[in-house]
């Protein structure tokens, strides 16, 4: 596995396993591989401490699976599991569960408590910033009893003292990282986040010493940014992001339906069903992918962009009108599709280049997969695939360009549901052309 490792990603094995404790945060940025770094570090400890539990949200409980298997090969994909219920739990393997899962069902947190793991990570760990929440009250002691800890964070609340709190609480419980007397909550508001008493009580929002803390953090976090490691980064990075479906029968059904029928078809009719059976996986993906997105944008620094490309108007339709009602009009987003005059395109594509408060693009990859530059992000998800190749290359490529400063990460959402695996042909076949 190390072999597959850059060189920053060495280092941060090498601070975790120098640290002494194996407990570490690693605020890496967005799309420098925390997946495959972390499972390098936790495999240090495998033969004594396994079996390893995974927190993480609820978009990515397929990814990690994945992603084991594919660096890990020697575990076999029988000893990973990811959690639906409380029966599950006494898996003797690896074990993946959501946040949600761990907020909804309490007796999965006792029951997990109660297994005693001694390696875990915690994927996008600022979903528990809130120290009050009951995501955290349940995460919180299952974190501290385990002997190693990693936290997955690409945006750390630097800058924001109090939501570092759980996180920093979560690894040394006792506060050592801050002198041998150690330091409890009232003692670090005081401190490190100007807390001020008010009618209404406690204001700790702000920030005082700073210097000091990142000074403390340094002991037992690291952090790079894409700008500082670029020269080990390849220009352009791809990656499968596995979802899975709703509206599971309907789609089987269609499938079916197109199957028996091609049989009988002449060579346009054919394709026509087949695109049919596209559009229906397209939109049974929807949810999945948009809440992929979702968590992408709060897991990402504010100043970070996102490309989302689909195919079809009701994907595109679903996307934008999840995204508005779940930031409530506060998330800044550009659509361009079909309906787009050309002259209303550039207008579009500028605020999205030069708007720091527009954060999102949701494009159609043929109505703006070509002569659109959008090279202030550098992440694209495809909610769909498309059955040129050259589509796909096109589309990728309006961020990967003359202008681009970082490297690109593209993610393709591809449905894991064994019976569906139309998404997964045609991912074999395009994933080789593209």
């Keep these: 596995l190390l072999s597959k490792l850059r060189p920053f990603q060495r280092k941060a094995v090498d601070f975790a396993l120098q640290n002494g404790t194996g407990r570490i945060l690693l ?14 570090i936790m495999l240090s400890y495998q033969q004594t401490e396994f079996p390893l539990l995974i927190l993480c949200p609820a978009s990515l409980r397929y990814t990690w699976p994945a992603e084991i298997e594919k660096v890990c090969p020697w575990i076999p994909s029988t000893a990973i599991y990811c959690v639906k219920g409380k029966d599950d739990v006494g898996f003797a393997g ?62 750390p609340a630097l800058n924001r003292p109090v939501e570092l709190w759980p996180q920093v609480h979560a690894l040394d419980p006792k506060g050592k990282m801050f002198g041998k007397y150690g330091m409890r909550y009232n003692d670090y508001t005081k401190r490190y986040c100007n807390a001020k008493r008010t009618r209404f009580g406690w204001d700790v929002n702000g920030s005082s010493n700073a210097d000091e803390l990142h000074a403390c953090l340094k002991t037992v976090m690291i952090r790079r940014l894409k700008s500082e490691v670029l020269h080990d980064l390849p220009s352009k990075q791809r990656a499968i992001v596995p979802v899975t479906i709703s509206a599971r029968q309907a789609v089987s059904e269609i499938m079916d339906g197109v199957s028996d029928d091609m049989a009988n078809s002449a060579h346009f009719e054919a394709r026509r069903l087949l695109n049919q059976a596209y559009q229906a996986i397209g939109i049974a993906k929807a949810p999945a992918s948009t809440e992929y997105i979702v968590d992408w944008l709060d897991g990402s620094d504010s100043s970070q962009k996102l490309v989302v490309f689909a195919h079809h108007k009701e994907v595109l339709d679903y996307i934008e009108t999840t995204i508005s009602a779940k930031y409530k009009g506060r998330m800044g987003m550009i659509r361009i599709d079909g309906s787009v005059p050309p002259a209303d395109r550039a207008l579009r ?3 999205f280049q030069t708007n720091d408060s527009i954060r999102l693009a949701i494009l159609s990859m043929t109505a703006a997969g070509v002569g659109l530059t959008l090279t202030a992000a550098s992440s694209i998800i495809f909610t769909e695939l498309h059955w040129v190749p050259g589509v796909l290359a096109q589309a990728e490529d309006r961020c990967h360009r003359i202008g681009q400063v970082n490297a690109v990460n593209i993610m393709y959402a591809i449905c894991k549901d064994e019976d569906v695996s139309v998404d997964r042909s045609l991912w074999a076949m395009l994933g080789r052309k593209v």
Excluded at 27 to 40: F, H, P, Q, R, V
Excluded at 110 to 127: M, R, T, V
């Design 94 to 155: 690896e074990i993946i569960v959501t946040y949600s899962l761990l907020q909804e069902r309490f007796q999965i947190a006792n029951i997990l408590k109660e297994c005693n793991f001694q390696c875990i990570i915690a994927d996008e760990s600022h979903n528990l910033k809130q120290l009050s929440s009951q995501r955290c009250q349940l995460a919180l002691p299952l974190l501290q009893n385990s002997k190693r800890l990693l936290l997955l964070s690409g945006t």
């Design 27 to 40: 605020g890496d940025e967005m799309g420098l591989g925390k997946t495959l770094t972390s499972l390098a």
């Design 349 to 351: 594509v500028r605020k």
